[in-house]
């Protein structure tokens, strides 16, 4: 059975950084299309960045800022978020097909 587990979630000021991990368990993650979504208060969840085996794709609100990246060895996938904004306030979650997690909550107030 395939679980994802998402961490890293936070309060940070703007301009800063975090870094989400995505650890999963039930299926290998190196060949696998897998991405980062999220869901701001009062919105529809959106996705942020999507790892295909031949390249990445990223939100145009986040291109520049945002790296989406897999280490096999640890079968985790990560999301390393610099210059932060208010506007990236959401929970964030990792999925792979049907399968989500439950979701990090990332805050970026002063």
């Known amino acids: 059975q395939v679980q994802l587990v998402e ?17 999963a368990s039930g299926l290998i993650i190196s060949n696998a299309p897998m991405g980062w979504y999220r869901r701001a208060p009062g919105k529809e969840r959106e996705p942020v960045a999507t790892i295909f085996s031949y ?10 800022r945002f790296t989406a990246s897999k280490d096999s060895s640890k079968n985790t996938m990560f999301l390393q978020m610099n210059s932060l904004k208010p506007d990236d306030t959401a929970v964030y979650y990792c999925n792979f097909r049907d399968f989500w997690g439950k979701g990090t909550p990332v805050t970026v107030s002063s």
């Open 7 to 23: 961490s890293g979630g936070g309060l940070v000021q703007p301009g800063g950084s975090l870094k989400l991990s995505c650890a």
């Open 55 to 64: 390249g990445k794709i990223y939100a145009d609100s986040v291109k520049g």
